[in-house]
């Protein structure tokens, strides 16, 4: 089984709308999580971290985490075309070095 | 801002050549680590390193080595660069945090 599982996708949205990303993990003592947005050709960028159960927001982008279903989304509200980019999610392992593991990643398409 | 440089962004190789993937990192950040990225896989990681001359291997560390001399700068090695080592790699820095910042990425092709 794979620690951090994502859909490939592409999600494709129309402009406006809300897209939703979604992230399973496997190792249930994990306790930061996190999203980047990658557009092609870049290196990954942080959007969020998450720590705690419930949502954070922050401008256009809320992330929820439930720790008992092992799961973290990503909402991104008023989507634009310049959102479209590939949204890694990433896992810290519980232990003592922190090691950061990576899903494959959801390509996202907002189009006019 | 934090801000980690890898030393090329584009890099060509010969097969049996032995090649150097520098990164430094201005933050003072205790763990650094390496990923390659290809299509399909997403980010695997190759090595990290929790401390100068501390390293771990990560989940694909066959072919590679690391060096970790000063807390600033972690480098990765390909010993002897093969075609199945042509892939992008990043190199990455973290905070206490543990959120981790990205260099721009290397482009390694290995003809």
């Known amino acids: 089984q794979k620690e951090v599982e994502q859909n490939s996708g592409p999600l494709s949205v129309p402009e406006g709308a809300i897209a939703s990303l979604n992230c399973t993990y496997s190792?249930?003592?994990?306790?930061?999580f996190f999203w980047y947005r990658q557009y092609s050709g870049k290196s990954p960028e942080l959007i969020m971290s998450?720590?705690?159960?419930g949502d954070k927001e922050d401008g256009r982008f809320t992330a929820q985490l439930n720790k008992a279903s092992q799961y973290v989304s990503l909402l991104i509200r008023d989507s634009q075309p310049s959102d479209s980019a590939t949204y890694l999610c990433?896992?810290?392992?519980?232990?003592?070095?922190?090691?950061?593991?990576f899903g494959a990643g959801t390509r996202l398409a907002v189009h006019p | 801002d934090v801000k980690v440089t890898q030393s090329s962004r584009y890099l060509v190789k010969r097969t049996g050549e032995k090649v150097f993937l520098e990164c430094v990192q201005d933050m003072d950040h205790e763990n650094m680590f390496w990923y390659r990225q290809d299509p399909g896989l997403g980010l695997r990681l190759i090595y990290f390193s929790y401390d100068v001359k501390m390293k771990e291997k990560g989940d694909i560390p066959e072919g590679y080595s690391v060096s970790r001399e000063k807390k600033e700068r972690f480098s990765l090695i390909l010993e002897s660069a093969s075609t199945n080592q042509t892939s992008m790699y990043l190199c990455a820095s973290q905070t206490s945090g543990h959120e981790a910042f990205f260099g721009q990425g290397t482009r390694l092709t290995v003809v």
């Open positions: 998450i720590y705690s159960n």
């Open positions: 190792d249930r003592g994990s306790q930061s």
């Open positions: 990433a896992v810290s392992l519980p232990g003592g070095y922190n090691k950061l593991i």
